[in-house]
Structures are given as C-alpha cells and as structure tokens.
C-alpha cells in the first residue's frame, strides 16, 4: 500500500521552531568547536577540553636557520665524585636534538649562560638523577647551553653524548681547566 501525501505545508509555527533549533545548534557548534579551532577563542573552555585549540596554533612548523647543522659525539669516563660540563654556543631560536645515555646514575642539570651576563645569571631547565636524557633544545637567549654531570657514586660511569642541532662550537669545563671543541658542518 503506498503512502499517502497529504500535500499541506509546514506551518509558520513549526518552521519558526525548526530554524530556532537550527540556529541553537549553529550557536552551539561556533562557541564548541569553531570559534576554539579556528580562531583560538574558547569562551566556554570546552575547546581545550576537546583539543580544538591545538588547531588554531600555528599550523606552520618549518623554522628557517641561518646556519648549516652541525653534529657531535663526544664521550667522558667519570670517576667516583668527579664532574663535567659540556656547552654548546647557540644563538637565540637555535635547536637542538641530543641523546645521553651512561652506563650509570648520575646527577645532571642542564642549562644556559646568556651571552655576555656570566654565570650568576644561569638559568637551570632541568635537574635530577638518571642514566640517560633524549629530547630536543631550543635556545631561549643567545649563549652557552649544555649540561653539568656529577658522578655521586663509588663507580667509574661513562658517559656519550650525541647530539645534532644548529650550533657553533662546544666547551668542556672540567677539573683541569676548560677547552673549546670546534664541530665542523655537516656541509659547507
């Protein structure tokens, strides 16, 4: 049996409901998801809730450098109690990718002297203990940007660090002074 048409309009009274609705619906989806994704605006904080403020950051992540990457190696034998630091000249924005990995627990701190301020204005990004680190740099200030690492133990621990990113040169600071390491480009 076939339906049957009735061939009557909707009434003004039930499309004035159906585009309230609409537009209730509309309002809802801006102020949930669009204002938050597109635009970085989250009046009702359900944007970060549901991670649509991710979106409205910028969608770009090239950074252009002026300077061909460089990576290094390099590797120390720390005797019980004994101590290194290793720094990397970095400009402002430069970047850096590194693993370090000991055969033992050892103190670390890394962190970055600005250029031209000296020591007493170092500033730490991460301390603790561990046998290893892996993660990316990005220099906050022009300057010198590396780790301190203790041996606090009875052991001899090695340690190697390897490292690739967008720097001049590295210094050891050590117990018998300190040296410049130059790292040559991995072009030209």
Do not use: C
């Amino acid at each position: 049996m076939a339906a049957k048409e009735t061939g009557t309009p909707p009434s003004p009274k039930n499309i004035i409901i159906a585009t309230a609705i609409a537009l209730v619906v509309a309002l809802v989806v801006l102020l949930v998801a669009i204002l938050p994704a597109e635009f970085g605006s989250d009046p009702l904080g359900t944007g970060e809730l549901f991670g649509f403020t991710a979106l409205s950051r910028d969608a770009n992540p090239f950074e252009e450098q002026l300077e061909v990457h460089r990576s290094d190696y390099v590797e120390f034998v720390l005797d019980a109690f004994q101590s290194v630091e290793y720094k990397y000249l970095m400009d402002l924005d430069a970047t850096m990718v590194f693993s370090w990995v000991a055969d033992g627990e050892l103190y670390y701190d890394m962190h970055a002297e600005p250029a031209g301020l000296g020591a007493e204005y170092a500033e730490s990004f991460e301390q603790g203990t561990a046998d290893r680190r892996m993660g990316s740099f990005h220099a906050p200030f022009t300057g010198i940007h590396g780790w301190f690492w203790e041996n606090r133990s009875l052991n001899t621990v090695v340690i190697k660090l390897y490292s690739s990113g967008f720097y001049q040169s590295s210094t050891v600071f050590g117990d018998g002074g300190d040296y410049e390491r130059q790292i040559n480009p991995v072009a030209e």
